[in-house]
T-cell receptor, first 114, second 116 residues
Framework: EAQVTQNPRYLITVTGKKLTVTCSQNMNHEYMSWYRQDPGLGLRQIYYSMNVEVTDKGDVPEGYKVSRKEKRNFPLILESPSPNQTSLYFC?????????????FGPGTRLTVL | AQKITQTQPGMFVQEKEAVTLDCTYDTSDPSYGLFWYKQPSSGEMIFLIYQGSYDQQNATEGRYSLNFQKARKSANLVISASQLGDSAMYFCAMREGMDSSYKLIFGSGTRLLVRP
């Protein structure tokens, strides 16, 4: 089954404790992206990657890191989480080319930073 | 300025009736794409429908259709014959340009509740 998977689905942590949210897709997509969703703001892009070893900042990259060592994986790293990073996080992927390329979203990771 | 505006934070519709969810967008790029996603209470994002800026006809997918008015920069989602399972958050999103910087810009969403 074609899908984007994220782990963990739920996480409660404390300020300053490094964490990684994994994202993996099995569709051989070049493009992967991370979004955060906050009430009243919709989804905002954090980072994106156009292919292996190619990453770039989105609209809200502060406090996050990413890496793209393999095509299928795109982990999101919070080196020192803070309470304002409490949010619902989505990973998404798509093929790079094409006009109507749908972005496939993972199931979401709900993060709470105390 | 907001790139995507959804002015209806919440809406009610009676089961079996049609409902229109509003979306206006702002871009100076002649090439763009417009998407609608559904987010049920379980949280996942479900792709519903796509409209390209050069498409001559309004997009349709089953009970979903997109009322695309380019001059007014609006891309309203029409759901016909509403079902209880349509109760969810609905997001309008835009992709600007045709280059490889593929980013979706989302509106703030509209929560739809279908009454039995």
């Amino acid at each position: 089954e074609a899908q984007v998977t994220q782990n963990p689905r739920y996480l409660i942590t404390v300020t300053g404790k490094k964490l990684t949210v994994t994202c993996s897709q099995n569709m051989n997509h070049e493009y992967m992206s991370w979004y955060r969703q906050d009430p009243g703001l919709g989804l905002r892009q954090i980072y994106y990657s156009m292919n292996v070893e190619v990453t770039d900042k989105g609209d809200v990259p502060e406090g996050y890191k990413v890496s793209r060592k393999e095509k299928r994986n795109f982990p999101l790293i919070l080196e020192s989480p803070s309470p304002n990073q409490t949010s619902l996080y989505f990973c998404a992927s798509s093929f790079e080319t094409g006009d109507d390329n749908e972005q496939f979203f993972g199931p979401g990771t709900r993060l709470t930073v105390l | 300025a907001q790139k995507i505006t959804q002015t209806q934070p919440g809406m009610f519709v009676q089961e079996k009736e049609a409902v229109t969810l509003d979306c206006t967008y702002d871009t100076s790029d002649p090439s763009y794409g417009l998407f609608w996603y559904k987010q049920p209470s379980s949280g996942e994002m479900i792709f519903l429908i796509y409209q390209g800026s050069y498409d001559q006809q309004n997009a349709t997918e089953g009970r979903y259709s997109l009322n695309f008015q380019k001059a007014r920069k609006s891309a309203n989602l029409v759901i016909s014959a509403s079902q209880l399972g349509d109760s969810a958050m609905y997001f309008c999103a835009m992709r600007e340009g045709m280059d490889s910087s593929y980013k979706l810009i989302f509106g703030s969403g509209t929560r739809l509740l279908v009454r039995p």
